[in-house]
């Protein structure tokens, strides 16, 4: 009998009252306002503290941009659940063609995508939440997300944003309480001081897509003179496991193996997570992307030239947490473009070498966590692969997921 087989039959008997109660939410959405944060203590190592994150990341809330009929969602779903995330799907308008005139520039699937990204910058506008996550429905994401990636990033954005950032020597002071109190509402620090966040991207590589990634193409001293925090991340594949530009990128600028970035935006990617203020969603809706008028071909580019040139102040984590889901591209269908992007091409071969999206450790793309509608194993897998970070895959190591 396989260990995963033992450990689903001895947890078998305490899981069923569990699965009474928590049966009908396998697939709820929820959409009442999120609680306040809950984070905890957890040692990252070298003296810092970091915080375990709520159901929503320590934003606001978690907002999905999805149409009614997408394919992608019952993926996303499935892994929301298992990593016990609390998302929002705004119920997207059926666009006319009178939504879509005006813009012979930009291609219909990229119009399209777009319009659904306002349309969720809008609701959570509406909803009163001081910040918010938006994801697009395709992406996926490592097991350790909740449990050790996002505390690191929110340590790291802290410490960017407020000189404040470590929490006093005395735990009994009022300044340790104040701190703790200012964590929990602002685990990033405080929403005046920044206006994005980019978690999942498809490259921050400092540059454009004209310059290659010969040795080289950065340098050391690029990242010294750039606000930026590095830390410690063993959930980060290593360099022979990252996506072959993102690892020529973290070696040419003297990065040590699994270690994360989080540093100012310089040339950002692709926007499959990306975390805003209600003053930056503001910004976006009214003036930096809001279509009146167009200047750019995508929503992505928009909020590129936001950042670099419009006074946004965006931030990367680098490598990203969120990248999307190998598979046929919807704005590519509706557009008639079967090419596959430069960026996906580099790194497909090695994407099926591992059987993992890339610069994902132990994501879900490979299926290995899905549960359809096993309540018992649902739960299984939130104790032992969400909760603990056990990355159960027959063909992967169980702690490090390489």
Same mark, same amino acid.
């Given at each position: 009998m396989s260990k995963v087989a033992i450990l689903r039959r001895s947890m078998r008997l305490r899981l069923l009252s569990a699965l009474v109660i928590g049966a009908?939410?396998?697939?709820?959405?929820?959409?009442? @306002?999120?609680? $306040?944060? *809950?984070w905890l203590p957890l040692p990252i190592g070298e003296g810092t503290a970091a915080y375990r994150t709520n159901s929503t990341l320590g934003f606001g809330r978690i907002y999905v941009v999805s149409k009614k009929d997408s394919p992608r969602r019952s993926g996303l779903l499935? $892994?929301?659940?298992?990593t016990e995330l609390q998302l929002t799907i705004p119920v997207q308008p059926q666009w006319t063609d009178?939504?879509?005139?005006?813009?012979?520039?930009? /291609?219909?699937?990229s119009l399209l995508a777009w319009l659904g990204h306002l349309h969720t910058l809008r609701e959570f506008l509406d909803s009163g939440a001081e910040t918010a996550l938006v994801l697009e429905d395709d992406v996926d994401w490592d097991i350790h997300l909740r449990s050790l990636q996002v505390p690191r990033v929110a340590t790291a954005v802290r410490t960017l944003l407020s000189s404040k950032s470590k929490p006093p020597v005395h735990s009994s002071s009022k300044a340790k309480i104040?701190?703790?109190?200012?964590?929990?509402? !602002?685990?990033?620090?405080?929403?005046?001081?920044w206006d994005l966040l980019y978690l999942g991207h498809c490259g921050d590589y400092w540059h454009g897509m004209d310059i290659g990634f010969e040795d080289g193409h950065v340098k050391p001293d690029d990242l010294a003179g750039r606000p930026h925090v590095s830390f410690r991340d063993w959930s980060l594949p290593n360099f022979e496991n990252l996506h072959p530009w993102t690892a020529s990128l973290l070696r040419n600028l003297g990065v040590p193996v699994h270690t994360r970035?989080?540093?100012?935006?310089?040339?950002?990617?692709?926007?499959?997570?990306?975390?805003?203020?209600?003053?930056?969603?503001?910004r976006l809706v009214y003036e930096l992307a809001s279509l009146q008028p167009a200047e750019h071909k995508a929503f992505d580019?928009?909020?590129?030239? $936001?950042?670099?040139?419009?006074?946004?102040?965006?931030?990367?984590?680098?490598?990203?947490?969120?990248?999307?889901?190998?598979?046929? *591209?919807?704005? /590519?269908?509706?557009?008639?473009?079967?090419?596959?992007?430069?960026?996906d091409a580099m790194g497909q071969e090695q994407m099926e070498m591992r059987g993992e999206? @890339?610069?994902?450790?132990?994501?879900?793309?490979?299926?290995?966590?899905?549960? /359809?509608?096993?309540?018992?194993?649902?739960? !299984?897998?939130?104790?032992?692969? /969400?909760?603990?970070?056990?990355?159960?895959?027959?063909?992967?190591?169980? *702690?490090?997921?390489?």
């Open positions: 009908f939410i396998v697939y709820r959405l929820w959409l009442s @306002p999120s609680p $306040a944060p *809950s499935q $892994a929301a659940n298992v009178q939504d879509l005139k005006g813009h012979p520039n930009i /291609g219909r699937g104040e701190y703790d109190d200012q964590v929990t509402r !602002y685990p990033y620090g405080d929403p005046a001081l970035l989080v540093h100012r935006s310089v040339f950002p990617l692709c926007t499959f997570a990306y975390a805003i203020t209600r003053e930056s969603a503001r580019i928009a909020i590129l030239i $936001a950042c670099r040139n419009h006074g946004l102040r965006c931030w990367t984590v680098n490598p990203e947490l969120f990248h999307h889901l190998p598979g046929t *591209s919807i704005i /590519g269908v509706l557009e008639h473009n079967n090419s596959t992007p430069p960026v999206t @890339p610069n994902i450790g132990c994501g879900f793309w490979s299926g290995d966590f899905d549960f /359809g509608e096993d309540m018992e194993r649902l739960a !299984y897998l939130r104790q032992e692969v /969400g909760r603990k970070g056990q990355c159960l895959k027959e063909w992967r190591d169980s *702690s490090t997921g390489e």
